[in-house]
Nanobody, 117 residues
């Protein structure tokens, strides 16, 4: 059974930083591409960052240069370092295994990020 557990969210002022973590279980983590998504209130969920099993990364234009995705295969964990946060980054953040650009499994509970202006 695949489980994805996000953590690290919180309330931060604009310009601040947060580091999100996603612990995965039930999968061969080191072989999987992973992605971070976010869903703002009233909006569709969007993919913001991806990392392949070999460590190649890609970012949505809205977060490029501010967010960094990384992984620790020994801990089955993917991270999202978020710097220079903006109020428009406010959302619930989720991780998932990627198959292409499609989320492969059911969503975890997510972690709320709120950026105040």
């Amino acid at each position: 059974q695949v489980q994805l557990m996000e953590s690290g969210g919180g309330l931060v002022q604009a310009g601040g930083s947060l580091r999100l973590s996603c612990a995965a279980s039930g999968i061969m983590f080191s072989r999987k591409a992973m992605g971070w998504y976010r869903q703002a209130s009233g909006k569709q969920r969007e993919l913001v960052a991806t990392i392949t099993n070999s460590g190649s990364t890609n970012y949505a234009d809205s977060v490029k240069g501010r967010f960094t995705i990384s992984r620790d295969n020994a801990k089955n964990t993917v991270y999202l370092q978020m710097n220079s946060l903006k109020p428009e980054d406010t959302a619930v953040y989720y991780c998932n295994v990627l198959m292409g650009l499609i989320a492969a499994f059911s969503w975890g509970q997510g972690t709320q990020v709120t950026v105040s202006s």
